[in-house]
């Protein structure tokens, strides 16, 4: 599976934790790694004007219990935020209208369907697999293939321990609520679907084909961008799967990166511009922050100040 669209199905779940109740592990999931408390090193930026700071906080959508407690630098940088800003508003995430709206998008309109969308092969392989769990291809008929590897991915990520009430956006959710501070979202869900169901359907179905020809890789790519979240390594979340989705699946990249980012990126500005005093903790999904289309370096050269905030990190110049 592409590295996007295996983003794409994590940070989904994020936005639509019940489809992942219908999916099941698809393969044989390997031991799980020994437990590790806490994260190491934040994905954390803060960018400065001459009065306030926003700060950029990668995300994972889907998370263990070892993962907490995060680093203490997440903690300062929430203490010293008066709001949040997630991808999307919390109370939409709860809104009743909104499962809805999202199966409307995971389905097709004008007479479309999956065996339609699907090359034969890849529509044979899926059948094969679906079948070994006493399921049909015929039930996902009206399900677009991003919709279909969603399935796929969340079931083999909820195998592997991941939960999507454990990832950093809902935890810091909770937490702002808690906490009384003001919490909104850069966009609604309806934008978050629109991006999802552009992606062109051979993008949406090379990646489906990918997973099927080795659902193995699909669970040892998550293992690695987990490991890679944890340890702040931005340089490996770049090249292997920010900039390796940008050159393979190249439309996706621009519809679900590019152009979010671009949309994003005034409504933070905003944030800085026009206050004198409150700072602002923004959550997003970690590939929106890194490379030359993400947002630390949008607003960077913008001119604003931009340092990395890790107080475990290595002085390293490539991750500033």
């Excluded at 994972?60 to 935020?81: G, I, S, T």
């Excluded at 931005?234 to 519809?255: G, I």
Aim: net charge negative; glycine share 6%.
């Amino acid at each position: 599976m592409t590295p996007r669209l295996l983003s794409l199905a994590v940070a989904a779940a994020f936005a639509f934790p019940a489809h992942a109740d219908q999916s099941k592990p698809v393969a044989p999931l390997p031991p799980p790694a020994p437990a590790a408390k806490g994260t190491e090193r934040p994905l954390l930026w803060k960018v400065s004007d001459a009065d306030n700071d926003v700060y950029l906080l990668g995300s994972f959508h889907l998370l263990k219990p070892d993962d907490y407690p995060m680093p203490a630098d997440v903690d300062r940088a929430f203490d010293d935020a008066e709001s949040l800003l997630f991808e999307v508003d919390p109370r939409e995430m709860t809104a009743p209208e909104t499962v809805t709206m999202m199966q409307k998008y995971m389905a097709y309109e004008n007479g479309q369907s999956l065996s339609k969308v699907l090359p034969k092969p890849t529509l044979d392989r899926l059948a094969t697999l679906v079948s070994a769990s006493g399921s049909s291809v015929q039930a996902l008929e009206q399900s677009e293939p991003w919709a279909v590897s969603l399935g796929l991915v969340i079931g083999v990520s909820q195998g592997m321990g991941f939960r999507a009430d454990l990832g950093l956006d809902r935890h810091l959710m909770e937490r702002a609520a808690k906490a009384g501070k003001p919490a909104s979202g850069l966009e609604t869900v309806d934008d978050q679907m629109k991006a999802m169901d552009a992606v062109p359907y051979p993008e949406q179905a090379d990646g489906l084909d990918e997973f099927l020809l080795d659902p193995q890789k699909a669970i040892r790519q998550l293992q690695d961008m987990h490991a890679w979240w944890r340890a702040g390594d931005v340089e490996r979340l770049d090249r292997d799967m920010r900039a390796d989705m940008a050159v393979k699946t190249p439309q996706s990249y621009k519809l679900l990166d590019v152009d979010r980012n671009d949309a994003w990126l005034p409504q933070i500005e905003k944030r800085l511009t026009d206050s004198r005093s409150d700072d602002t903790l923004v959550v997003v999904g970690t590939l929106h922050l890194l490379g030359a289309d993400g947002l630390v370096e949008k607003l960077r050269a913008k001119g604003y100040k931009v340092e990395r905030v890790c107080e475990a990190c290595e002085a390293v110049p490539a991750q500033q």
